[in-house]
């Protein structure tokens, strides 16, 4: 490996390491979706706890955890949940069947 391309090597692995401790990075942008309020939704769409778990396929504690943020949704229930945000009464039905 030629210098100039190990500077840039070594360059990139700052910038990471920069960007995990949460410091900003030229030329880096970065975007966060706020986590759902999964009690909130649960509640508008008038379902349990079993229930919801039910509909997204997961136990009921972790809806009990997403609920007490001692964990948090990601891939397929989170997009689940933004939809039950949207329109909760409808996605209850829509995952019913």
Known sequence: MNEKDFASLMQSVKEMTAH????????LKVTTIPDPDV??????????????A????????TVENW?????????????????FQHDPR???KALQG
């Open 90 to 92: 409808a996605a209850v």
């Open 20 to 27: 995990m401790r949460g410091e900003e990075v030229p030329g």
């Open 54 to 61: 039910a509909l997204l396929g997961v136990s009921r504690r």
């Open 39 to 52: 009690h909130a939704i649960r509640e508008a769409a008038a379902v349990t706890q079993k229930e919801l």
């Open 67 to 83: 609920e007490q943020r001692r964990t948090r949704p990601t891939g397929p229930a989170r997009a689940l949940l933004r939809i």
